[in-house]
């Protein structure tokens, strides 16, 4: 089975820096598909990004982007210029043929 | 709008008691999944479809049991809740096995006192 593994349970980052949060993964599949979530005190989980693994160019949203390293099965999110609204839990995500395992998290506090 | 709602969303119940939740979804999607979030956990999948009338088990399936009669519905039910169920529960879907876009409900609070 897939497992995804956030090493940082807990991070803090000052208002308008970069942070960086880390993922890695273990899988034999070659093609599948890692997201970062973000769950806020809500609850709600909100999709951030999304990365098909037979890509190779890196996925950007607006202020997130992922560096995704195939062979060293790693998958990690950079949020620059944070604002205090990125403050929420935020999971990494491995998908394959419709099952998604969720690492455990990593709290990011935004500081003013 | 398409959607996908959960209920309760808020339920309290005593352990032994059969518990059913509820998720229902407008996209039409094929894939459907319940997860529960624990704290240190994330979220850990308990079943799964694909379709209608195919279940699969996930990493944590003891204790409960799904059904998929139709495409838009996959109720989870705790058969005899017991304490170690009280968590937060989460339904999903997918519209293809790509995994092209996932939508979560808003979550189901369960406590089992």
């Known amino acids: 089975a897939q497992t995804v593994t956030q090493s940082q349970p807990e991070m803090s980052v000052q208002e308008a820096e970069t942070v960086t949060l880390s993922c890695t993964y273990d899988?034999?599949?070659?093609?599948?598909?890692l997201f970062w979530y973000k769950q806020p005190p809500s609850r709600q989980m909100i999709l951030v990004i999304r990365?098909?693994?037979?890509?190779?160019q890196n996925a950007t949203e607006n202020r997130f982007s992922v560096n995704f390293q195939k062979a060293a099965k790693s998958f990690s999110l950079k949020i620059s210029d944070s604002q205090l609204g990125d403050t929420a839990m935020y999971f990494c995500a491995f998908m394959k043929l419709g099952d998604m395992r969720f690492g455990a998290g990593t709290r990011l506090t935004v500081k003013p | 709008d398409a959607e996908i709602t959960q209920s309760p969303r808020h339920k309290i119940t005593e352990t032994g008691r059969q518990v059913t939740l509820a998720c229902h979804q407008t996209w039409n999607h094929n894939n459907m999944f319940w997860y529960r979030q624990d704290l240190g956990h994330g979220l850990r999948l308990i079943h799964y479809s694909y379709g209608v009338q195919d279940t699969n088990k996930g990493e944590v399936s003891d204790g409960y049991s799904v059904s998929r009669s139709n495409t838009e519905d996959l109720p989870l039910t705790l058969e005899s809740a017991a304490s170690s169920q009280t968590s937060v529960y989460f339904c999903?879907?997918?519209?293809?096995?790509?995994?092209?876009?996932?939508?979560f409900g808003e979550g189901s609070w369960l406590t089992v006192v």
């Open positions: 990365q098909e693994a037979y890509k190779q």
């Open positions: 999903a879907s997918s519209d293809s096995l790509s995994g092209n876009t996932i939508y």
């Open positions: 899988t034999s599949e070659n093609n599948y598909y």
